[in-house]
């Protein structure tokens, strides 16, 4: 019979595994008690009313070549079957409804409880930065709303 010797790690080697056995539980707990933000302000946007409200208060994160942040919109008022098409962006001013369709990054989608986004955002927030929202309708007719952002999100460098 071969003789075991009694090391730190022969000793302590099934700890480990206890430990990766109650890791899952661990993160299982933080996925189904996520902590948000407080919503912003709403607005009524042409016939809807809309609260926005950010998945976090960090910087925008690269996602296919663009950088996003992501946000979750609530409409109190109107009807989102009536919303053509929706995009949000982050920057000085809104980008144009030709340059939002090129990609799929910045457009609204969800249910009829809410819409998700991942906005458009340039690599870091700047002081003159805003949140823009741009809705076309069936009809053709577009609104443009925009929200200031809190000090929170804006680059300090």
Do not use: C
């Amino acid at each position: 019979m071969a003789r075991r010797k009694d090391t730190f790690w022969q000793r302590h080697k099934y700890k480990l595994n206890g430990l990766v056995l109650i890791l899952p539980f661990w993160f299982l707990y933080q996925q189904l008690t996520p902590v948000f933000p407080d919503a912003w302000a709403s607005q009524q946007v042409g016939p809807y009313e809309i609260t926005l409200m950010p998945a976090d208060m960090e910087q925008p994160y690269a996602h296919h070549d663009d950088y996003v942040k992501d946000f979750t919109l609530t409409f109190s008022s109107g009807r989102i079957d009536s919303i053509r098409q929706g995009f949000v962006s982050i920057g000085p001013e809104p980008l144009p409804l030709s340059r939002l369709q090129q990609g799929d990054t910045g457009i609204l989608h969800g249910n009829r409880h809410s819409q998700h986004v991942h906005a458009i955002a340039p690599k870091q927030i700047g002081a003159g930065d805003k949140l823009w929202l741009r809705i076309q309708d069936w009809q053709g007719e577009q609104f443009v709303a925009s929200w200031p952002l809190p000090e929170v999100l804006i680059s300090k460098g």
